[in-house]
C-alpha cells in the first residue's frame, strides 16, 4: 500500500513538474508537489465536468460521448495549467514575477470563466428550465408579431374585414354594400314621398267624405261647393299619389338591379379574397409552426445563459449565488498558477537551488560537447577538404599523363609516316638511279665506245651525297620518341 501511495505520489509530482531526480536528493520538496499535482487534477475534474455538461446541453450528445469529450477537454485543461506552472522558475524578484504571472493569470482567469459557466447552468437548471418556458413564449409572440407586420402579412387584417364585408354583401344579396348608400337614399326618399302623398291623399278623400256626409266641415251634406272643392283636392292628390308610385317604383327596381350588381361583383370578389386569406394565412401559419417547433427545442447554452442573466436580475439573492459559484471555480482554476506566484516571492528551497544547479551543469555540459563538436566538425571538414585536394591533385597527373600519352603516340606517328616517307624517297632515289645507270650503260654501248666509267662514278657519288644531306636534315627536324 504504500508502495502504491508513493507511486501516486510520484505521478502527482511529475505531473506539477517536478523533476524526479531532484526530488531524491531534496524530499522535503516532495510535498508541495504532491498538492501541486492534486490541485491540477482537481481542475482538471471540473473541467472534464464542464464539458461534458456544456456538451449534453448544446448537442444533446449522449451522457458516454459527452463524457469521452469532456475527458479530452479535461486532459486539454490539465496540460495547459502544468505549462504556466512549468514555465515559471523560482524568481523573488516582483517586476519579473509580475510579467510573468499577468499574463498566465489572465489565461487562467479565461479558463476558468469557460470552465465555470456550464457548472453554474448545471446548478440551476430547475430554475433555469422554468424561465425557458417563459422565454419561448415570449419568443413565440414577439415572432408572431414579426409576421404580423411583415410586408406580406400585413394586409391580412383589413383583407379579413373585406371578406368578411364581402360575405354579408353576398348574404344580404347586395343590400349591406356601402357604395349603394346614394341609391338606397333615393329610394327611401321615393318611398317617403309616396307615403307622404298617400297619408295626404287618404286625409283629403276622409275630408270629402265627411263633406258629402255633413259630418264635418259645413255640417252640410250633400254634394255642394264644399264638398266639390275637397273632392277636387282629393282626386288632385291621387295624381299626386301615382306620380310618387312611379318614382318609388323607378327607384325600387334601380335599388334592385344596383344590389344585384354588387352581390355578383362581391359574390366573385369573395372567391379571390377567400383564396388570398386562405394561402396567406396557411403561410403564415406554418412558419409560425416551424418557429414554434424551433423555439421549443432551443434549449441550449445560449438561452440557458439568458434565463440565468434574467434570473439573476429579477432575483438578488440567486443573482449573489450565482456570482459566489462562478467565482469559487473561477478561483480553483486560478489556484495552481497563485500557488506557483505566491512561492516564488519566498526564499528558494533547497529543490530551486538544486534544480538551478543542475540546469546550469546540463547547459555547460551542453556547451562542452558543442564545442567538442564543433572542434570534430572542423576536423572533419580538413580531413574533407585534404582528401578533396589529394583526389583532385591525382585527377589532374592522370589528365597530364593521358596528354603526354596522346603527345608522344602522335609524335611517334608522325616520325614512323617521315620515315616511311624517307624510305620510299630512298627507294624512289635507287630505282632512278638504277634506270638511270641502265641507260647510260645502254648509251655507252651503242653510241660511246670510248670509256665513260669515271664520269658516271663522278655522277653517282654526288648523287649519294645529296640523299644523304636531306636525309640528316629531316631527321635533325624531327624529334625523338620521349
Known amino acids: 500500500m504504500a508502495a502504491r501511495h508513493r507511486r501516486i505520489g510520484d505521478g502527482l509530482a511529475a505531473l506539477a513538474g517536478a523533476h524526479p531526480e531532484v526530488l531524491e536528493a531534496t524530499p522535503g520538496a516532495r510535498a508541495r508537489f504532491v498538492a501541486l499535482?492534486?490541485?491540477?487534477?482537481?481542475?482538471?475534474?471540473?473541467?472534464?465536468?464542464?464539458?461534458?455538461?456544456?456538451?449534453?446541453?448544446?448537442?444533446g450528445a449522449w451522457w458516454p460521448v459527452a463524457m469521452l469529450i469532456g475527458l479530452g477537454w479535461g486532459a486539454v485543461i490539465v496540460n495547459l495549467d502544468r505549462m504556466l506552472l512549468v514555465g515559471m522558475a523560482h524568481?523573488?524578484?516582483?517586476?519579473?514575477?509580475?510579467?510573468?504571472?499577468?499574463?498566465r493569470i489572465l489565461l487562467a482567469l479565461v479558463l476558468g470563466v469557460v470552465i465555470a459557466t456550464p457548472l453554474t447552468l448545471q446548478v440551476f437548471h430547475q430554475e433555469i428550465d422554468t424561465r425557458i418556458v417563459s422565454l419561448q413564449a415570449d419568443a413565440s409572440d414577439a415572432y408572431k408579431a414579426q409576421l404580423d407586420s411583415d410586408a406580406r402579412f400585413r394586409k391580412l387584417p383589413a383583407l379579413k374585414k373585406q371578406v368578411v364585408a364581402e360575405q354579408a354583401i353576398v348574404a344580404t344579396g347586395g343590400r349591406n354594400d356601402p357604395a349603394l348608400a346614394t341609391v338606397q337614399a333615393q329610394l327611401s326618399a321615393a318611398r317617403a314621398a309616396y307615403d307622404s302623398a298617400v297619408s295626404t291623399n287618404q286625409q283629403l278623400t276622409a275630408q270629402a267624405q265627411c263633406e258629402l256626409n255633413g259630418t264635418c266641415g259645413t255640417k252640410v251634406a250633400g254634394t255642394g261647393t264644399a264638398y266639390q272643392s275637397a273632392k277636387s283636392a282629393a282626386d288632385a292628390q291621387t295624381g299626386t299619389v301615382a306620380g310618387a308610385k312611379s318614382s318609388l317604383d323607378a327607384a325600387v327596381a334601380a335599388a334592385k338591379d344596383a344590389e344585384a350588381r354588387s352581390a355578383s361583383e362581391a359574390a366573385s370578389n369573395l372567391k379571390a379574397d377567400e383564396a388570398e386569406l386562405a394561402t396567406l394565412t396557411e403561410k403564415q401559419k406554418q412558419l409560425q409552426a416551424a418557429f414554434d417547433a424551433t423555439n421549443a427545442n432551443n434549449n441550449g447554452?445560449?438561452?440557458?445563459?439568458?434565463?440565468?442573466?434574467?434570473?439573476?436580475?429579477?432575483?438578488?439573492?440567486?443573482?449573489?449565488?450565482?456570482?459566489?459559484?462562478?467565482?469559487?471555480?473561477?478561483?480553483?482554476?486560478?489556484?495552481?498558477?497563485l500557488m506557483k506566484v505566491l512561492l516564488n516571492f519566498g526564499p528558494p528551497t533547497a529543490y530551486d537551488r538544486l534544480t538551478e544547479l543542475r540546469d546550469d551543469g546540463d547547459l555547460a555540459v551542453e556547451e562542452i560537447q558543442q564545442e567538442a563538436r564543433l572542434t570534430v566538425e572542423k576536423a572533419n571538414a580538413e580531413l574533407l577538404l585534404l582528401a578533396?585536394?589529394?583526389?583532385?591533385?591525382?585527377?589532374?597527373?592522370?589528365?597530364?599523363?593521358?596528354?603526354?600519352?596522346?603527345?608522344?603516340?602522335?609524335?611517334?606517328?608522325?616520325?614512323?609516316?617521315?620515315?616511311?616517307?624517307?624510305?620510299?624517297?630512298?627507294?624512289?632515289?635507287?630505282?632512278?638511279?638504277?634506270?638511270?645507270?641502265?641507260?647510260?650503260?645502254?648509251?655507252d654501248n651503242v653510241r660511246r665506245p670510248w670509256d665513260t666509267g669515271p664520269i658516271l662514278n663522278l655522277a653517282r657519288s654526288g648523287l649519294a651525297r645529296t640523299v644523304r644531306t636531306?636525309?640528316?636534315?629531316?631527321?635533325?627536324?624531327?624529334?625523338?620518341?620521349?
Do not use: W, Y
Open 37 to 59: 499535482g492534486g490541485v491540477l487534477l482537481s481542475t482538471g475534474g471540473l473541467a472534464m465536468l464542464s464539458a461534458s455538461f456544456a456538451v449534453h446541453m448544446a448537442l
Open 470 to 482: 636531306v636525309t640528316r636534315r629531316t631527321s635533325e627536324q624531327v624529334p625523338e620518341p620521349v
Open 301 to 337: 447554452i445560449l438561452i440557458r445563459l439568458q434565463a440565468l442573466t434574467k434570473l439573476s436580475d429579477e432575483n438578488a439573492t440567486l443573482g449573489l449565488a450565482h456570482q459566489m459559484l462562478s467565482l469559487l471555480f473561477i478561483c480553483i482554476e486560478l489556484l495552481p498558477v
Open 91 to 103: 524568481d523573488s524578484s516582483l517586476k519579473r514575477n509580475a510579467v510573468l504571472a499577468v499574463p
Open 388 to 443: 578533396e585536394r589529394e583526389r583532385i591533385e591525382r585527377r589532374k597527373e592522370r589528365i597530364l599523363s593521358q596528354r603526354r600519352a596522346a603527345e608522344i603516340e602522335q609524335r611517334a606517328r608522325v616520325v614512323a609516316e617521315e620515315r616511311a616517307a624517307q624510305r620510299r624517297a630512298a627507294e624512289l632515289l635507287a630505282a632512278e638511279e638504277r634506270a638511270a645507270a641502265q641507260e647510260a650503260q645502254a648509251e
